[in-house]
T-cell receptor, first 115, second 111 residues
Framework: GAVVSQHPSRVICKSGTSVKIECRSLDFQATTMFWYRQFPKQSLMLRATSNEGSKATYEQGVEKDKFLINHASLTLSTLTVTSAHPEDSSFYIC???????????FGDGTRLSIL | DQQVKQNSPSLSVQEGRISILNCDYTNSMFDYFLWYKKYPAEGPTFLISISSIKDKNEDGRFTVFLNKSAKHLSLHIVPSQPGDSAVYFCAASGGAQKLVFGQGTRLTINP
C-alpha cells in the first residue's frame, strides 16, 4: 500500500528557533499533501494544503509567515514552523494523495515541543 | 462549527462482541466518508470508506453504514478483537480533496 514517511517523529527545541518537518510519499507521486495539527484528545485540524509546484493554501486563522510550506517535488513537502513558541507545541501530521484520490495516506506525525 | 461529530469519546466492548462507532455530519455537500484508525504516536490508518451513492460497504470484519437522510454513519466491527483497541476517526469529503475529521472515539476491547 501507499506509504508516507514523516520526519522527525519528535522535536524538542527552545523558543524562537525554527523547525522543519518533512513529509515524503515513498511509493507514489503525491500531487497534493495536507498538513494537520492535533491537540490532545481532539480532532485533526487541517492547517494547509500543499500542491506540487504552486503556493500552499492555508486554512482560516493560520499564519502563512509562521507555517511555511514548500512542495518542490512530487514526493516531498516540508513544513517549517518559524520562530516557534510554546503555543506551537502540538502533534503535526501530514497526509498525501495522488491526483486527489481517496483515501489520503498519513505519515506517523511529529510531536513538536517548544520549551 | 463542528461539521463532523463523534459524540462518544470512548467505548468499551467485550472481545468477540460487536463494536458500533457512530458519526454525525451537518454538511449535506459531503459525498464521501471514511473511517481511520489511530494508535498513539502514529498517523491514522485508513480502514474503510463509503460513497454517498451507497448505504453500506463491507470489508471483512468492518462494515460502514450511511444514512443520508439522518446525516449519520456508523462503523461496525464484528467480532471485536483486542488489536482493534485504538482511536477511530470518521472523516468526510465534499468534492474538494479536503477531509474534515470528527473528534475521534477511543475503542477499548476487553478480553
Amino acid at each position: 500500500g501507499a506509504v508516507v514517511s514523516q520526519h522527525p517523529s519528535r522535536v524538542i527545541c527552545k523558543s524562537g528557533t525554527s523547525v522543519k518537518i518533512e513529509c515524503r510519499s515513498l511509493d507514489f507521486q503525491a500531487t497534493t499533501m495536507f498538513w494537520y495539527r492535533q491537540f490532545p484528545k481532539q480532532s485533526l485540524m487541517l492547517r494547509a494544503t500543499s500542491n506540487e509546484g504552486s503556493k500552499a493554501t492555508y486554512e482560516q486563522g493560520v499564519e502563512k509567515d509562521k507555517f511555511l510550506i514548500n512542495h518542490a517535488s512530487l514526493t516531498l513537502s516540508t513544513l517549517t514552523v518559524t520562530s516557534a513558541h510554546p503555543e506551537d507545541s502540538s502533534f503535526y501530521i501530514c497526509s498525501a494523495t495522488d491526483r486527489g484520490d481517496q483515501p489520503h495516506h498519513f505519515g506517523d506525525g511529529t510531536r513538536l515541543s517548544i520549551l | 462549527d463542528q461539521q463532523v461529530k463523534q459524540n462518544s469519546p470512548s467505548l468499551s466492548v467485550q472481545e468477540g462482541r460487536i463494536s458500533i462507532l457512530n458519526c454525525d455530519y451537518t454538511n449535506s455537500m459531503f459525498d464521501y466518508f471514511l473511517w481511520y484508525k489511530k494508535y498513539p504516536a502514529e498517523g491514522p490508518t485508513f480502514l474503510i470508506s463509503i460513497s454517498s451513492i451507497k448505504d453500506k460497504n463491507e470489508d471483512g470484519r468492518f462494515t460502514v453504514f450511511l444514512n443520508k437522510s439522518a446525516k449519520h454513519l456508523s462503523l461496525h466491527i464484528v467480532p471485536s478483537q483486542p488489536g482493534d483497541s485504538a482511536v477511530y476517526f470518521c472523516a468526510a469529503s465534499g468534492g474538494a480533496q479536503k477531509l474534515v475529521f470528527g473528534q475521534g472515539t477511543r475503542l477499548t476491547i476487553n478480553p
